[in-house]
């Protein structure tokens, strides 16, 4: 049975100032390489076969400190990137709701295209599931600890699952460097055994909005 455990990445300035970082490349701050440092040492105790990341270097550098401990390399695969926003990119969530109020409302609904530019949940969930898929794929059996993004990894999750985007939204999103676990059963294919699993720490004030209604603040950006 395959094990693939999905960690979000650590905290970042901009999941701080709730401005939209989607693919850029924002690095972690102190307190997201604090995170990965006290999460690393929960998964190494998982004996995991092979790390993946995202090669966004807040994803990247959190599966660094697991490396660290497991003496694993980190693999790169940009297919693990969090969702593409478009022209919201770099903008603060107020500036958002100024500029683009139709697209803004459309999002915050659940409309899975919502315009401007905002990648779709289908090409979200189709891009990351592969991802994991393919991580899977190099260590059969194994256990494969995959670092990415936290709108990426809900419907990277829900590819996988066969769930659509309605049910997706009903599913809390991941806390920095809390994690997923999914396993694979050749008769019954993926299965959820845990979510948000992770080192309980002080909120982090709300950032941008992630992928789907109701979705927190810091889950996308």
């Known amino acids: 049975m395959t094990r693939l455990i999905v960690w979000r990445h650590g905290n970042t300035d901009w999941n701080n100032a709730r401005r939209v970082q ?6 972690l701050n102190e307190r997201g390489r604090e995170q990965a440092l006290a999460a690393a040492p929960l998964l190494a ?23 660290a401990l497991t003496g694993l390399p980190v693999r790169t695969d940009p297919r693990l990137r969090e969702r ?3 022209q919201w990119q770099g903008l603060l969530l107020d500036e958002v709701t100024e500029r683009f109020p139709a697209e803004y409302a459309r999002w915050r609904a659940g409309d899975p295209d919502p315009g401007a530019g905002v990648e779709s949940l289908d090409d979200l969930g189709k891009r990351v599931g592969a991802g994991f898929q393919a ?3 190099a260590a059969p ?3 494969v600890v995959v670092a990415t993004h936290g709108g990426g990894a809900r419907q990277g999750c829900g590819h996988l699952l066969g769930w659509d985007h309605r049910v997706l939204a009903t599913v809390t999103s991941l806390a920095n460097c809390h994690w997923t676990e999914l396993r694979h059963d050749e008769v019954r294919g993926w299965q959820l055994r845990a979510h948000n699993v ?9 950032g941008v909005g992630g992928s789907g209604p109701g979705a927190p603040a810091t889950e996308a950006v």
């Open 22 to 27: 989607g693919q850029t490349d924002v690095p």
């Open 45 to 67: 105790a998982l004996r995991p076969d092979a790390i993946v990341a995202s090669d966004l270097s807040r994803a990247a550098d959190t599966a660094a400190a697991l490396a």
């Open 84 to 86: 593409y926003f478009g």
């Open 135 to 137: 991580a899977a794929d």
């Open 141 to 143: 059996g194994g256990t």
């Open 198 to 206: 992770g080192v309980l720490t002080a909120e982090v004030p709300a």
